[in-house]
């Protein structure tokens, strides 16, 4: 099987590599695309040399020819970043001078990197084969994965948000990874855990009365959020439930992307190094634990029809009967040749099922956005966001954003 790698020049890419290396024998064929030759090289070589540490057999090589990397692949992971990490900064710098919260996936920020990303994603997967699966990783998932199944794209939203919950908790319960299956619901970013079952049996209200204040602490929430919901919000639901607390850390320290890129410096210089054959403990700083372990099972079920339960970006289809069918939402799902079909779950609490349709509809305009363009689709956006809804807010941020974002929207040009 062929694996085509969008965004392999990025720093992420040997974590997936590695996961490929240890979990996927049916990978016989690996290619990273990525229009930076350079960055390329370097994490192309130490891609290999982590295949032959693991005694994989696939081969691996590297192009910036899109057509080239697509041709005959029946997978294509998706994990590009348009604009790089200053992209990045700026959407966590921009949306603070409105008092809002800034952050690379949710919020203005996020819906600026929708903005960009979403012409890109669409143009290579259209250069796809027909058959392929579109594995998309790039943020934000849920609508960037609504844009590629709008256009008619066998595709599915992933994020490894469900399986750290996943590994964590199956250590504290002490049981293997693969006996716990989680009541993941929501949208991408916007998750709850509501259930952890092990042998049918659902653990979470144990885990909550043993180690409430420390998964409490982990999310940097208070202990009473997660006592009131009776479930576990996602660390992204502190952008919402601890907002303008998140506002005043961002405004006193460096932005994340200022640290990623610090991070991305160093890991380069550990890749280009010809004796390193394993990952870097630094790479763990990098971010998207266990994103090799989520990619390739899901890739697995996808491509093997082995039924296995994967946390996946798909269609509504009425399993949230106050969203639209074509709406996207991330959950528990079994997964085949076919698709991803979610698990049944029960009726959401009112507080739940609220924030996800005021963010589900921004979502839907949020793709009309990037797809069609225009000063006055931006706004509406921004408008219907839960984070932004203020008329002076919007109209400043639609104003921000574009100004920022000038050289990566070509119907600004």
Not at 6 to 33: C, H, K, M, N, Q
Not at 250 to 255: D, I, N, Q, S, V
Not at 293 to 313: K, M, P, W, Y
């Amino acid at each position: 099987m062929k694996i085509a790698v969008v965004g392999g020049g990025s720093t992420y890419t040997p974590e997936l590599i590695d996961g490929f290396a240890r979990l996927a024998p049916f990978a016989s064929e690996i290619v990273l695309l990525d229009p930076q030759a350079d960055r390329l090289a370097v994490v192309g070589a130490f891609a290999r040399r982590l295949l032959a540490f693991h005694g994989s057999a696939a081969s691996l090589r590297w192009t910036s020819d899109v057509d080239d990397a697509l041709r005959g692949a029946s997978t294509v992971v998706i994990q590009l970043r348009v604009g790089g990490q200053q992209a990045r900064i700026s959407d966590e710098t921009f949306p603070l001078a409105c008092d809002c919260v800034g952050q690379e996936t949710t919020g203005a920020g996020g819906f600026a990197k929708a903005l960009r990303t979403v012409p890109v994603v669409l143009d290579i997967a259209r250069r796809a084969d027909p058959g392929a699966w579109i594995v998309n990783f790039t943020n934000p998932v849920g609508i960037v994965t609504r844009a590629l199944l709008d256009d008619g794209h066998r595709a599915a939203g992933l994020c490894n948000v469900a399986i750290g919950f996943q590994r964590r908790w199956a250590a504290a319960l002490g049981v293997d990874p693969s006996a716990v299956t989680l009541g993941h619901v929501g949208l991408n970013h916007l998750t709850w855990e509501r259930a952890a079952y092990v042998d049918g049996v659902d653990r979470l209200p144990e885990l909550l009365d043993k180690a409430l204040d420390e998964i409490a602490s982990g999310l940097q929430l208070p202990r009473e959020v997660i006592s009131s919901l009776a479930c576990v919000p996602s660390y992204y639901l502190r952008y919402f439930y601890s907002h303008d607390e998140v506002v005043r850390e961002e405004r006193g320290k460096p932005t994340r992307g200022e640290r990623v890129s610090e991070i991305e410096s160093e890991l380069l210089s550990l890749y280009a190094d010809p004796s390193l054959t394993q990952k870097p403990a630094l790479l763990g700083e990098r971010g998207g634990a266990f994103y090799s372990e989520a990619a390739v099972g899901l890739i697995a079920s996808l491509q093997h029809d082995d039924g296995g339960i994967h946390a996946v970006n798909v269609r509504n289809r009425g399993f949230f009967p106050f969203l639209s069918d074509d709406a996207v939402i991330e959950t528990t799902c079994r997964v085949g040749a076919t698709g991803a079909t979610p698990l049944p779950a029960p009726p959401l609490r009112p507080e739940l099922a609220g924030l996800i349709s005021s963010v589900s509809a921004y979502e839907e305009l949020a793709v009309e956005a990037a797809l069609h363009g225009g000063r006055d689709r931006v706004y509406r956006a921004l408008l219907s966001h839960p984070l932004v809804a203020q008329h002076a807010k919007a109209d400043r941020l639609t104003d921000e954003l574009l100004s920022a974002n000038r050289d990566h929207l070509a119907w600004l040009s």
